[in-house]
């Protein structure tokens, strides 16, 4: 799976996975992580979810990372903000307020960027990866976040033969695999979904739950 995948999606409308209110999951798990205000929280593979806004209401800047320009101008347009727009190694710089949007790769942030983040939320990210991409992705973006970033990671699990992804079945045994080393890893809830929409059944699915991790990372 290659960036060309998901610019296809932004490009042909099929956007699916966007969700037209903020998360309930952040809402409900995101105060106990007790981040500071004005940390700066990574928000990988961003879309144009309204999570981000979520997140600086809180008094945090927000630091979306995003492949499609579509997704991007479409945040800015619909919130009706007018970013200063610059350009780095990392990619193309949307910034309004407490809100920036890198257009670009995640994989391309650098470490000074990384660093300077206390914070990540990965509702969207972990769950669109194949299964090496998000070893690649666990190795080098959380990887390099700081000793005390803490993080709030929502997956989705399924039977895996029965869906090729995305979103990707992502087990718990898997995430304490990808992170456990250098993360302290905590399951916050585990809520069995499958009730909830029809749509999964018509994709021949026949289980579906999502989990919601807290990540501290180790010194």
Known sequence: MDANFWLERWREGRT????????????????????????RVLVPLAGKTLDMVWLAAQGLRVLGVELSPLAVQAFFAEHRLRPQQHVSACGEHY???????????????????????RAVYDRAALIA????????????????LPEGCRGL???????????????????PTEVRELYGRDWQVTMLEHRDIYADDP????????AMATDVFRLDRRA
């Open 16 to 39: 699916g996975f966007h969700r037209t209110d903020v998360m309930p999951l952040l809402r409900k798990h995101w105060p106990a992580l007790e981040v500071p205000r004005g940390s």
């Open 95 to 117: 910034v309004a307020g407490d809100i920036e949007i890198i257009q670009g790769n995640v994989f391309d942030l650098d470490d000074a960027t990384l660093a300077g983040c």
């Open 129 to 144: 990866l194949p299964a090496p991409m998000r070893r690649q992705y666990a190795q080098s973006v959380y990887g390099r």
């Open 153 to 171: 990671v929502i997956t989705l699990d399924y039977p895996p033969d029965e869906m090729d992804g995305p979103p990707f079945a992502v087990p």
């Open 199 to 206: 749509g999964w059944a018509e994709q021949g699915l026949s």
